[in-house]
């Protein structure tokens, strides 16, 4: 049974409006230690077992570990120390800056509250925060600013399906989620685009399933280069939705096509590592031509999957053709990132063209549906809550 976790039982005490609120744990790649916290908008409160403290507007305080405890003080006084301490929004247009000081990190705002303690010998700092809200930072952090709205609905169904497939990541560690390409990137507040949020909540609770009736693993990638991967080209696994599709929208951009030149000895080496008879080699035989996203480079009566050709020489893509100009394997490559699912680019031109959500990933996921969150199969009423108590 996977479905949004409630946190109901949130912050006793403290009148907060109910609403689907996620956690995650910020920097959790970082070993933090101290952090500098200030309100940014809205009203706060420091709740800690002992009573609450009202933040004013700007105030800076440092939130710190101090052994298993959490340490709360600003340049005036030491408010004192706790296992548990909340900084919990008053309003639905709370956001609060973080700045972790050791170890140095950019500053980021947040929406909504704030959880601490102390695990892994760190400070754990996590965000509880509407899910509509993590989502559009979500979908910030994965996309350009500059783009149309449906394709920032259709980026936020994917965000939110992960999501909604993954509440139980980490609820071992007493979160549903981390800010990190483990989980889904998530850098804070989307900032750079209204139109992020708008799409967000214009699509809350909507999800993608596959024909079963099952969540989706909504892949996405930069660009094609015109033609999708099959996700067992890619990966080990196969989806029926993720199977390979003409795309005519991703052309002209950047990254739809690149070009390298790989010394052809380190080309034979890299071969003779794979397999390939050193006798059956030639320049000539380096040679491969592919219209369409060829699976295999076929060389020597042996087939090495463009896949491993790509992770190994760190191409951008792994839809390339090769000849061989002066001594050099020229690579001309076409697209960016793995191939598979829903191709960024060229989303981006169908929103621009009209089109809508539904049909952009209709587009590049074959047989999926856009549905309500409650009507996934296996959707259970039962929320499995994740408590944040004092
Ligand atoms: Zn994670
Ligand atoms: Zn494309």
């Known amino acids: 049974m996977k479905r949004f976790f409630l946190i109901t039982t949130l912050f006793c005490c403290v009148s907060i409006a109910e609403a689907q609120k996620i956690s995650i744990s910020l920097h959790n790649e970082l070993n933090l230690q101290t952090l500098l916290i200030t309100p940014v908008s809205g009203r706060y409160l420091i709740v800690t077992e002992d009573g609450n403290f009202s933040l004013s507007p700007n105030q800076i305080i440092y939130v710190s570990r101090a052994g298993d405890s959490v340490m709360v003080r600003d340049m005036a006084s030491h408010y004192g120390t706790w296992k548990r301490v909340s900084i919990v929004g008053q309003t639905d247009k709370d956001v609060i800056r973080i700045n972790s000081i050791t170890p140095s990190a950019p500053a980021r705002i947040y929406d909504d509250n704030l959880g601490f303690y102390v695990d892994f010998n760190r400070l754990m700092a996590i965000n509880i925060v509407d899910v509509d809200k993590y989502i559009s930072g979500v979908v910030d952090a994965e996309s350009g600013p500059n783009a149309d709205i449906e394709f920032y609905k259709a980026q936020a169904l994917l965000a939110r399906t992960y999501a909604l497939g993954h509440m139980d990541k980490h609820t071992d560690e007493g979160f549903n989620l981390c800010d990190q390409v483990h989980c889904q990137v998530y850098k804070g507040k989307s900032v750079r685009n209204p139109d992020i949020l708008k799409a967000t909540q214009a699509t809350t609770d909507e999800v993608i399933v596959d024909a079963n009736g099952d969540l989706i693993t909504g892949a996405f990638h930069a660009n094609c280069g015109g033609q999708t991967a099959n996700s067992d080209d890619v990966w080990i ?154």
Request: aromatic share 12%; proline share 5%; hydrophobic share 35%.
């Open 237 to 390: 696994t196969s989806y029926p939705y993720l199977v390979s599709v003409v795309d005519p929208y991703c052309k002209n951009k950047p990254s739809s096509s690149w070009e390298v030149r790989i010394p052809i000895e380190k080309w034979r080496e890299f071969l003779i590592e794979k397999g390939v008879a050193a006798e059956t080699m030639s320049p000539d035989s380096f040679v491969f031509a592919s219209k369409k996203r060829a699976t295999h480079y076929e060389v020597g009566g042996a087939k090495i999957p463009t896949s491993d050709i790509r992770t190994y020489f760190n191409l951008r893509s792994s839809f390339f053709s090769a000849d061989i100009v002066s001594n050099s394997v020229r690579i001309k490559g076409k697209g960016y990132g793995h191939g598979v699912g829903l191709c960024q680019d060229g989303a981006m031109q169908m929103a621009k063209k009209g089109i809508s959500y539904p049909e952009i990933i209709k587009h590049y996921f074959k047989g999926v549906s856009v549905t309500h969150h409650t009507k996934v199969n296996g959707y259970d009423d039962d929320a499995n809550i994740i408590d944040f108590d004092q």
